[in-house]
């Protein structure tokens, strides 16, 4: 005997039977995909020991090292350059002054719109920059002028009660946004801001057309040897999980600390005592 449930009817015998089979379908359809990916694999010789001989090397070791370390560093300085922007442009759009806000918008709008890999290679060849601030610099342009979309939206949905009664207590505009609106704010765009950072960190791959010695670049360099007969699969398959892992580690990082922060005695609800008898004053009686 099945429950009706407020959304949808929970199914019977007779329908899970039938999800459990297109679940099995679909289980066998993947496994037989993978096999037939993993026979072309081998029918091509990309599992042969020439192909995953490099990997032993330590001078290659320490070029895919070396590339990570060079992808991180840019990462982390177009991360807290692209939050910075964000923040300045966000403050930019909510300001009371028009001319500010069209500023704002029009900065906002236009970085949005320019493809990344156009304002990399704009601050490389026309400002001849060195190639790590020329991918910052695009890197930052792009992601800050969507984190402040982001960080804008994410003020805006807090409820308007709640500005009203910051105004209400003779708060100023700064300190309502720093302790009151900004707060509530972040945590509807925390998966937001964490989504862009992860575009940024794969955004850095671009890097390789400007002669960056990033992760990819140090890949492309050991993919095009043709000593190890052009190991081009081997590469993507130690390459390809690195930054998945990365990505899987930013996401889980947002993860903790939105959890942290439910945790906060910030934003923890206050307890509230039940309710007591109340003391009967002179002259009155009991209903």
């Known amino acids: 005997m099945t429950t009706a449930s407020a959304l949808y009817d929970v199914p019977g015998p007779h329908a899970r039977a039938r999800h459990r089979a297109y679940g099995l379908l679909a289980a066998v359809v993947l496994l037989l995909l993978l096999a037939w990916i993993v026979y072309l694999l081998i029918h091509t010789g990309q599992f042969a020991a020439e192909k995953w001989r490099p990997f032993e090397y330590k001078g290659i070791q320490l070029l895919l090292l070396r590339g990570l370390g060079n992808t991180l560093k840019a990462f982390a300085l177009a991360a807290v350059f692209s939050l910075v922007l964000g923040g300045v442009l966000a403050a930019g759009r909510l300001s009371e002054h028009r001319p500010v806000r069209w500023v704002a918008t029009l900065v906002v709008e236009f970085f949005r719109a320019m493809p990344v890999l156009v304002m990399i290679f704009f601050v490389f060849v026309a400002l001849k920059v060195q190639p790590l601030p020329a991918l910052v610099a695009g890197l930052t342009l792009y992601n800050g002028s969507v984190l402040a979309e982001v960080f804008r939206t994410g003020v805006n949905s807090v409820e308007r009660g709640q500005r009203e009664a910051a105004y209400s207590l003779g708060m100023r505009k700064t300190q309502v946004m720093a302790h009151v609106l900004v707060p509530q704010g972040v945590r509807a765009m925390l998966p937001a801001i964490i989504s862009q950072l992860v575009v940024a960190l794969k955004d850095t791959s671009l890097g390789f057309l400007i002669t960056y010695e990033e992760f990819l670049h140090a890949g492309k360099l050991i993919a095009g040897n043709l000593d190890y007969g052009l190991p081009f699969i081997p590469v993507v398959m130690v390459i390809s999980p690195v ?17 942290r922060e439910r945790r906060s005695v910030k934003t923890e609800a206050v307890k509230v005592a039940p309710p007591e008898p109340a003391t009967m004053l002179p002259g009155d009686t009991m209903p």
Do not use: D, H, T
């Open 243 to 259: 930054y998945i892992g990365m990505c899987m580690l930013l996401s889980w990082f947002a993860n903790w600390v939105a959890k």
